[in-house]
């Protein structure tokens, strides 16, 4: 069997005898949309990463890695392996799963990396279990991928990748996804390359807020809902307002601020950290604007000489996408 990964043909590792291969398309998220830390997210259709699965006769799950990014290939220590031993646990029989993962994704560059690899391969195993498992199962399984993350169970990459669009996290524990909607949106995203850990990234957050904060944050989520739900796109220029979080995180991100008031002046609606950064998010109501933005992003780091990639996309509306082989 062949596989491609980077646009590289190879010889697949599962070699030739075995079962079905599935394979399938897990898409970058942006976590948090500004306001909404820990509780909304949305897919995005670049970049994405490509895996495939197969049943294996050796129970537990086997992981091959076709990129160069060098992730542990342990599934303990691997966020898709955590993920898939996870969802084991509540499969009576003595299965194998065997995973060959092409991360496009770069590790640590707030794209959801993680998220793509864990919710990839519980949706791709569930599709090799005839559905079994609901996509509120497939998001808790790929909670666990996230906890070998970063240290913490968080949602709004996950949902978001499994489900598509926009999603809220209204409770992890019980778990209550609510997926909201797919706007007409464009999405302009610069990654510059320094790496930041999530769980770094956690860690310098304000464990105590103050009320007139919080009582500011909370109005922005809610009208951010509402003018995503209503398309008032004046709404959710007013709501990507976050006094919370970005102030004390975007000190770790070069040029965030020129960023941010340049891409507004070049029309878009607003954006900000996307998860915990490093990469900056931007709306657009149409393509040109988008790629304004994109330009400006390239001329402050081009400034900044810090090495930078930059995508223009749309939102994502399926999450995981099985793919024809
Ligand atoms: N909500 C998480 C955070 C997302 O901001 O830490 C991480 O991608």
């Known amino acids: 069997m062949r596989l491609f990964c980077n646009n590289t043909f190879f010889y697949s590792p599962f070699g030739n005898e075995g079962g079905a291969v599935i ?3 897990a898409p970058a998220t942006v976590a948090n949309m500004v306001c909404g830390f820990d509780v909304l997210g949305f897919a995005v259709n670049e970049p994405y990463d490509e895996m495939h699965i197969r049943f294996c006769d050796k129970p537990g799950v086997t992981i091959h890695n076709l990129d160069d990014y ?96 926009v999603t ?18 464009y999405v302009t995203i610069v990654h510059p390359q320094i790496e930041v850990r999530t769980a770094d990234a956690r860690s310098i957050l304000k464990q105590q807020v103050l009320l007139k904060d919080a009582i500011r944050q909370w109005g922005n989520i809610a009208g951010l809902v509402a003018g995503l739900l209503q398309e008032d796109y004046d709404l959710i220029g007013r709501s990507l307002e976050d006094v919370l979080i970005e102030p004390v995180r975007s000190i770790l991100i070069p040029g965030f601020d020129t960023i941010k008031k340049n891409s507004r002046e070049a029309g878009a609606l607003g954006g900000g950290i996307s998860g915990s950064g490093p990469s900056i998010f931007m709306l657009s109501k149409d393509e040109a604007t988008a790629k304004e933005v994109q330009a400006q992003m390239h001329a402050v780091y081009e400034r900044l000489s810090l090495d930078h990639h930059t995508y223009v996309t749309t939102i994502n509306p399926t999450g995981v996408r099985l793919v024809d082989q």
């Open 23 to 25: 394979t399938v398309h």
């Open 70 to 165: 060098d992730l542990p290939t342990q599934p303990e220590l691997n966020v898709a392996g955590a993920a898939l031993l996870a969802m084991l646990e509540e499969i009576p029989e003595p299965i194998g799963f065997e995973l060959a993962i092409c991360k496009q994704i770069k590790p640590g560059s707030g794209v959801g990396s993680s998220a793509a690899s864990s919710a990839g391969a519980v949706v791709a195993a569930n599709r090799l279990l005839n559905e079994r498992f609901s996509k509120q199962d497939l998001v808790r399984f790929a909670m666990n991928g996230e906890k070998v993350a970063s240290g913490v169970k968080h949602a709004d990459n996950i949902a978001p990748c499994i489900y598509g669009g």
């Open 168 to 185: 809220l996290i209204r409770s992890i524990f019980p778990l209550d996804i609510v997926p909201l909607t797919v706007p007409q949106l």
